[in-house]
């Protein structure tokens, strides 16, 4: 599995983006799906989590503000991100997982290359 990702971008506090993860090589519709982010000096950290019949998972700074979805005739995972602040600029990257969903990185076998999230003030 191939994972693209796209749609970060320069957006100001209070704004919104949408991120799309683009799989190909095979279809993702029975894999679980996830967006993590590694901002500068950081370490990679858990954004959300979706499973192959649509349950989902967010990480408490996320509820409410970010959305995961996908739509598996399209083989593409979606962030849409809303009410952005700075500490949500990072590099985020989407994963996949044959079996299951969950939180943790190390659990994801495929990963695309990351789309940079810049929020300013």
């Known amino acids: 599995v191939q994972l693209q990702a796209y749609g970060g971008g320069l957006v100001q506090a209070g704004g919104s983006l949408r991120l799309s993860c683009v799989a190909s090589?095979?279809?993702?519709?029975?894999?679980?799906m996830a967006w993590f982010r590694q901002a500068p000096g950081k370490e990679r950290e858990f954004v959300a989590t979706i499973t192959w019949i649509g349950g989902t998972l967010y990480a408490d700074s996320m509820k409410g503000r970010f959305t995961i979805s996908r739509d598996n005739a399209q083989n593409t995972l979606y962030l849409q991100m809303n009410s952005l602040n700075l500490e949500d600029t990072a590099v985020y990257y989407c994963a996949a997982k044959r079996l299951g969903a969950g939180k943790m990185a190390v659990d994801y076998e495929y990963w695309g290359q990351g789309t940079q999230v810049t929020v300013s003030s």
């Open positions: 090589g095979r279809t993702i519709s029975s894999y679980g």
